[in-house]
């Protein structure tokens, strides 16, 4: 038998694949015109085991399983195309390139906070001298988005648990949540960066911090109390999806904690000289 | 199935060990980065370049152990990543714990003609 055809009766796999460079990790087939005499059987490549977003189609007719036609190779502009859609929608199955993409997600972050910090400490001291706002206004955008972000993120998880289930259009409720969260944060962000002005630390970043640490710890419990997959549950059964939300939760937490401590250190530590010698500190720190 | 995933396993641990010796190999080749290291020992021109070529070699490996583990399309990518991760993890440790590569350092430069320090 035509092996075609052993595809047509059968719905098997090992077809020969168009571009014939071995078997794939998995196949979507479509059947058009279901129990009629023109039905007709496409198989697409899955595409889980590559970057490109590529079909690669094989049609068949479906009561003779005789084959019609194979999709042509695409070109170098659409296969590129292909390439960079796949890069970023992440269909693919690799376990290595997802932790991959995990760090260069949070690499990104560190580069985005980062360079808010640098614009923000570069300038502060002589736009205080200026008697300017431009690093205050600066610092509460970055506080906004480094910590507010992850606010808007918790507040989120913390509505998802708290939420009555019944309540109509439920997921638009988590989104506003999201964006008031968000929104609540940048006017926090906006009133507690004013000791910017005088080259002095925000306490937006401790504050907010804390608020950090007291959501993602209050979605973690709220996991826990209404669906009952609290961590020991969901490590001894190795159900990975809500465990890892929660250890990273955990983890973003104690890292806030770290960080709001290390700025009150540094708010203590900086207050006393600002308030004995002003003028001698800022000589002293150029 | 099974099989062929531990084996693509294997590959990737190989590239990431390959990549990762690689850029330490490049960046010992450096004048500032060996000094990071090895504090006053002094890099002769001619183990700069042998560091360089176990860097390369040692990158290239790293391509051809993920071009063994996955498609094509895929292993470049995966190539790239784990040298952009690489490279993060290696620049962590020379801004904060430089001095941990220093056993590394003097295997690479085992047996290498000991050159003379320029004066400063």
Same mark, same amino acid.
């Given at each position: 038998m035509d092996p075609s055809q052993t595809l047509a009766l059968t719905g098997g796999t090992g077809l020969p694949?168009?571009?014939?460079?071995? =078997?794939?990790?998995?196949?979507?087939?479509?059947?058009?015109?279901?129990?009629?005499?023109?039905?007709?059987?496409?198989?697409?490549?899955?595409?889980?085991?590559?970057?490109?977003?590529?079909?690669?189609?094989?049609?068949?007719?479906? =009561?003779?399983?005789?084959?019609?036609?194979?999709?042509? =190779?695409?070109?170098?502009?659409?296969?590129?195309?292909?390439?960079?859609?796949?890069?970023?929608?992440?269909?693919?199955?690799?376990?290595?390139?997802?932790?991959?993409?995990?760090?260069?997600?949070?690499?990104?972050?560190?580069?985005?906070?980062?360079?808010?910090?640098?614009?923000?400490?570069?300038?502060?001291r002589q736009h205080a001298k200026q008697g300017r706002g431009g690093a205050r206004w600066v610092d509460a955008l970055a506080v906004t988005s480094v910590t507010g972000m992850l606010i808007a993120t918790a507040a989120m998880l913390v509505g998802n648990r708290l939420l009555p289930v019944e309540l109509a259009e439920r997921g638009l409720w988590e989104e506003r949540l999201f964006w008031s969260a968000w929104a609540v944060a940048l006017l926090h962000a906006l009133w507690r960066t004013a000791p910017v002005r005088a080259a002095r630390l925000a306490p937006a970043w401790r504050e907010q911090c804390w608020a950090v640490v007291a959501l993602a710890l209050a979605a973690v419990l709220l996991n826990a109390w209404s669906t009952g997959d609290h961590l020991f549950k969901t490590l001894s059964a190795g159900y990975w999806p809500v465990a890892g939300v929660d250890l990273v939760l955990l983890a973003s937490a104690a890292l806030a904690a770290v960080a709001a401590r290390k700025l009150a250190q540094r708010e203590r530590a900086a207050e006393p000289v600002v308030q004995e010698s002003a003028g001698l500190a800022e000589v002293a720190h150029g | 199935m099974v099989e062929s995933q531990s084996s693509?396993?294997?590959?990737?641990?190989?590239?990431?060990?390959?990549?990762?010796?690689?850029?330490?190999?490049?960046?010992?080749?450096?004048?500032?980065?060996?000094?990071?290291?090895?504090?006053?020992?002094?890099?002769?021109?001619?183990?700069?370049?042998?560091?360089?070529?176990?860097?390369?070699?040692?990158?290239?490996?790293?391509?051809?152990?993920?071009?063994?583990?996955?498609?094509?399309?895929?292993?470049?990518?995966?190539?790239?990543?784990?040298?952009? +991760?690489?490279?993060?993890?290696?620049?962590?440790?020379?801004?904060?714990? +430089?001095?941990?590569?220093? =056993?590394? +350092?003097?295997?690479?430069?085992?047996?290498?003609?000991?050159?003379?320090?320029?004066?400063?």
């Open positions: 694949r168009a571009s014939g460079d071995g =078997p794939t990790q998995g196949e979507r087939r479509v059947i058009h015109h279901v129990g009629d005499a023109n039905a007709t059987v496409s198989v697409y490549r899955a595409g889980t085991d590559r970057i490109a977003l590529t079909g690669q189609g094989i049609h068949f007719k479906g =009561p003779s399983g005789e084959l019609i036609r194979e999709d042509e =190779p695409v070109s170098t502009v659409r296969g590129i195309n292909e390439f960079i859609t796949g890069l970023h929608l992440q269909h693919f199955k690799h376990w290595l390139l997802r932790v991959f993409y995990f760090i260069g997600g949070l690499a990104g972050c560190a580069c985005i906070a980062t360079g808010f910090l640098f614009f923000v400490e570069k300038r502060k | 693509a396993a294997l590959w990737l641990l190989l590239a990431l060990l390959a990549a990762q010796l690689g850029l330490i190999s490049l960046a010992l080749s450096l004048e500032s980065h060996w000094e990071q290291v090895r504090g006053q020992a002094a890099l002769p021109a001619g183990l700069a370049r042998r560091l360089r070529l176990i860097g390369a070699l040692g990158l290239g490996l790293s391509l051809a152990a993920c071009l063994q583990a996955d498609h094509a399309s895929m292993a470049v990518l995966v190539w790239l990543m784990a040298l952009a +991760a690489g490279s993060l993890l290696l620049a962590g440790v020379l801004a904060l714990r +430089a001095r941990l590569l220093a =056993p590394l +350092a003097a295997a690479l430069s085992l047996g290498a003609h000991p050159g003379r320090r320029d004066a400063q």
